[in-house]
């Protein structure tokens, strides 16, 4: 069974930075292209970044190019966002989902971890 | 950046009765078309992709077309689960983009 777990989302404040990892199981994590999607509260579904599985390539919404770092570790199965100069409207629950298919949409995703920017 | 406008915004159906859903591009995205389910609190689902292939355990009652340049997603009898918020995606280009939403809740 597919399996996707965010960490570290919280509260911080405008300015600071944060790691979001997602702790993926149940497939072969180095072969899929895996994404982040956010969702600020009451609102839709934003793409915010996708990395690579063969090919290894990063890809960025213009919304958060610049500020946000997307990587993975696939010794221990793992997807990483950093998150720099946080801003209020980066306010969301961010959800890490796998890639299926070529070209690929998100076949599975994980329950979210919610990022709160506020002074 | 391809633009995703779903119609309508609100749904209200009765249960048992037929839902269907309207979604566009701006641009041509051929068949590479999802849709997902959203419930409160919860993450999204995919039910559909290939704009008509039902993913894995989804069941029949959900069906998706492509007619000119737009696609549906029929519920053919809504249940009470079905009672959620649908969301369109075009996996064409980057970047992905999703519609704003249908809330399809209970008349």
């Known amino acids: 069974e597919v399996q996707l777990l965010e960490s570290g989302g919280g509260l911080v404040q405008p300015g600071e930075s944060l790691r979001l990892s997602c702790a993926a199981s149940g497939f072969t994590f180095n072969i899929y292209a895996m994404s982040w999607v956010r969702q600020a509260p009451g609102k839709g579904l934003e793409w915010v970044s996708v990395?690579?599985?063969?090919?290894?390539?990063?890809i960025y919404a213009d919304s958060v190019k610049g500020r946000f770092t997307i990587s993975r570790d696939n010794s221990i199965n793992t997807l990483y966002l950093q998150i720099n100069s946080l801003r209020a409207e980066d306010t969301a629950v961010y959800y890490c989902?796998?890639?299926?298919?070529?070209?690929?949409?998100?076949?599975?995703w994980g329950q979210g971890t919610l990022v709160t920017v506020s002074s | 950046e391809i633009v995703m406008t779903q119609s309508p915004a609100t749904l209200s159906v009765s249960p048992g009765e037929r839902a269907t859903l309207f979604c566009r591009a701006s641009q041509s995205v051929s068949s590479n078309l999802a849709w997902y389910q959203q419930k409160p609190g919860q993450a999204p689902r995919l039910l559909i992709y290939?704009?008509?292939t039902r993913a894995t355990g989804i069941p029949a009652r959900f069906s998706g077309s492509l007619s000119g340049t737009e696609f549906t997603l029929t519920i053919s009898s809504l249940q009470s689960e079905d009672f959620a918020v649908y969301y369109c995606?075009?996996?064409?280009?980057?970047?992905?983009?999703f519609g704003q939403g249908t809330k399809v809740e209970v008349k």
């Open positions: 995606q075009q996996y064409n280009n980057w970047p992905r983009t």
């Open positions: 989902a796998r890639g299926a298919g070529s070209p690929h949409y998100f076949d599975s």
């Open positions: 290939g704009a008509s």
């Open positions: 990395f690579g599985g063969v090919d290894g390539r990063a």
